[in-house]
């Protein structure tokens, strides 16, 4: 593969931005704001319950799309098309989302949202080991991470501002919030295609044959690299999405903002989230090119261990700051050192399927995560009377968590061979 331009890694990663911009402008402002208004007995509930049946449908639909995307041929190439698809179902379901005006329409809406990630993230994906050549996988992952960090920053604050709003201009902040990210998915649609026009073909001659009903088929003991990135991924994706889902409510019974105060706070922790993995997230590219994947890996695990511990602990506003800077930095060197180990370890002619599969790790722990909070944070703190325990409950599980995603890392390597099984 020939060497791409800073250019064209940068376009290649324009869908992360995108993606990124569009999961963070709703969760966890839109979201928040919506159960808030739909259901304001049971918050935490609906959120998780929904975003879980989301989760599901993600695990099912990540790998036959992959699957699907490798075995594709048009005039647009192989992974083009399903762009094409899933920005406007993404788009539509932001609005459906903003608008709701009942739970069963909300619901609705949530799951075409993560029907139109699957059409776009797995292909995507698949464009590194596609495109990329081994040598620049880390300085593109850490550019991909470099653009999820930036779409973090963007859409938390723009959409915890904008939904703040909302005693003031009513549905319509809301609307504007997720507009946002609807522009931003039609700008990496357009970057997206100019990438691509000039990157040669891959040969077809490659392409997998088997059906769709394979496309979650590997054989885990002769891939014990992915077979343990896997693994690491689950854990760590399980307590990073509880830390994430239901932090606007933990802000607003544990620490005791109402719901607009709340919105601005979070925009502001998302800034040194977001700050301290922007700060990161490119050098920890480089750094995995030339040091190797696994103690990047290593490392952020036990940071986001430690911020995570934290936040348990703490309880004061300016202490969660720390924490957040903690948790941060593991995230940065994390998103970096695991997307470029990821693009070594899937075989070259099943990408999309490989990448498809594993997308269930992190779908998957966002599931259980998202199962845990709607079934623990409510009926605990009814049970026990407190507007705390079922949170730190939680949060204390997420810690554990992270804790086995350093075992896991311990057992990573990068020896797998690049062929289908």
Known sequence: MPRLSWPRLFALSAFAFAITLVANSLDPAVFGHKVLQLLPEKPNTLLGLSTFAASVLSMALGPIVGAWSDRTQSRHGRRMPFFLAGVPVLIAALYIIALAPSVMIFVLGVLLFRLGDNLIFPPWQALFPDYVPPAQRGIGAGIKSLLDILALLIGRFAAGELVAQAPILGQKAVVLA?????????????????????????????????GLLEAFKINWRARPAFTWWFINRTFFWTGFTILGTFLLFFVIDVIGFPEAEAQRYLARLSLVLGGAILLIAVPSGWLADRLGRKPLVVSACVLITVGTGMIVLVREPSSLIYAAALVGLGAGIFISADFALLTDIVPANEAGRYLGISNIASAGGGAVARLLGGLIIDPVNALTGSAAIGYLSLYGFAAVLFFFSILAALKLSAEEAPSAD
Do not use: F
Request: aromatic share 4%; no cysteine; glycine share 4%.
């Open 178 to 210: 997720v507009t946002v990210p609807a522009v931003g998915l039609l700008i990496a649609l357009v970057t997206t295609r100019w990438a691509l026009r000039e990157l040669p073909a891959r040969n077809e001659d490659e392409l997998p044959r088997q």
